[in-house]
C-alpha cells in the first residue's frame, strides 16, 4: 500500500489521481497511526512554508511515523517540492529544523530581478546526474518537469544530487539517500514524464 500523508500542506488529490493512472491501486491519502503503519511506500507532499510545513508535521504526530518507516524499516519514502525540503536539515525561509534524513540545506534564489523572478515557476530540462537509479529509469535525455519553488537544496555530498536544473544558475532538482527521494519540481503536474517517474517510484523503488 502507498499511503499520501495529509497534513494540510499540499493538494494530495492530483498525486492520488497520477498514482491512479500508473495502475496502482492500493493507494490512500492518511494521516492514522494505524494506515500509516501498514504503508509500502510513502509520499510527503508539500506546498507552502517550510516552518508551517514542520508544524503541521508535528502537530499530527507524523514525523516519528515518518522516521519509523524511512528508517526504521527502510521503506521507500518520496518527498516533493516542499515534501523534498522538509527531508533536508533548514531552511532559510524559517527557523524550524528540517526532518533531517538528508544532509542539505534549502537555500533561496539568488538571482538579477531583472533577469529572473521569484519563484521559479514553469517547466524545465533537468539532468540525470545517476541514470541507474531507479527512480530515473527510463526518462530519457532531456526529461522536462514543472517547478513552482523560491528554494532550493544545496547537498552537503554530490552522492545524494539525483537530478539537477538550471535557473540562473545550476541547482538541486532531485536528492536521494538510500531508499529515501525527493523531487523539488511537481511529478503529478509534469504530465508524460512526471507519470514515468511516479511509475518509477511505484513500480522500481
Not at 88 to 99: A, D, H, P, R
Not at 157 to 164: C, G, K, P, R
Request: net charge neutral; proline share 4%.
Amino acid at each position: 500500500m502507498i499511503v499520501i500523508l495529509d497534513y494540510n500542506m499540499g493538494n494530495v488529490g492530483s498525486i492520488y489521481n497520477m498514482i491512479k493512472k500508473t495502475g496502482y491501486g492500493d493507494v490512500t491519502v492518511s494521516r492514522d497511526y494505524e494506515v500509516l503503519k501498514k504503508a509500502d511506500k510513502m509520499i510527503l507532499p508539500g506546498v507552502g512554508a517550510f516552518d508551517a510545513g514542520m508544524k503541521k508535521l508535528q502537530e499530527f504526530g507524523l514525523t516519528e511515523m515518518i522516521y519509523e518507516h524511512a528508517l526504521g524499516k527502510k521503506k521507500p519514502l518520496l518527498g516533493i517540492c516542499l515534501g523534498m525540503q522538509l527531508l533536508g536539515t533548514v531552511s532559510e525561509e524559517g527557523t524550524s529544523k528540517g526532518l533531517g534524513l538528508i544532509p542539505f540545506i534549502n537555500k533561496k534564489f539568488e538571482v538579477a530581478p531583472d533577469r529572473y523572478k521569484v519563484p521559479h515557476m514553469g517547466w524545465n530540462y533537468v539532468d540525470i546526474k545517476m541514470p541507474d537509479n531507479p527512480l530515473a529509469a527510463d526518462l530519457g535525455d532531456m526529461p522536462r518537469f514543472y517547478f513552482v519553488h523560491s528554494y532550493h537544496a544545496v547537498c552537503e555530498d554530490a552522492e545524494n544530487v539525483l537530478m539537477t536544473s538550471e535557473y540562473a544558475y545550476i541547482f538541486t532538482a532531485s536528492v536521494v539517500k538510500e531508499n529515501i527521494y525527493g523531487t523539488q519540481f511537481h511529478p503529478e503536474k509534469s504530465h508524460v514524464y512526471g507519470l514515468r517517474l511516479m511509475e518509477n517510484f511505484v513500480k522500481r523503488c
